[in-house]
Nanobody
């Protein structure tokens, strides 16, 4: 089993920055893909950023140039650096791990609120 715990959310003004962390434990491997998703009230959960085992990142168009995903396999941790935050980035952010396209686990989520 894999467990994921997010941290780093909070309240920030528009234009500010936050860094989210997702610590993985259990049967997680450096070859597993990790991702960040978010869900705003009344909306579907959407992919924000995704990083493969070779550290190749992929971003949603809405966050390109502002967010950076990275991973530290020695710590089994994935990060999401969020800069130039906008009110529309307000959501609960979830960490996800998957192996060959199969979801291993979701984290419990961390709230990010961006005030205008």
């Amino acid at each position: 089993q894999v467990q994921l715990v997010e941290s780093g959310g909070g309240l920030v003004q528009a234009g500010g920055s936050l860094r989210l962390s997702c610590a993985a434990s259990g049967k997680i491997f450096g070859t597993d893909a990790m991702g960040w998703y978010r869900q705003a009230p009344g909306k579907q959960r959407e992919m924000v950023a995704y990083i493969r085992s070779d550290s190749t990142p992929k971003y949603a168009d809405s966050v390109k140039g502002r967010f950076t995903i990275s991973r530290d396999n020695t710590k089994n941790t994935v990060y999401l650096q969020m800069n130039s935050l906008k009110p529309e980035d307000t959501a609960v952010y979830y960490c996800n791990a998957n192996r060959h396209g199969v979801v291993l686990a979701w984290g419990q989520g961390t709230q990010v609120t961006v005030s205008s």
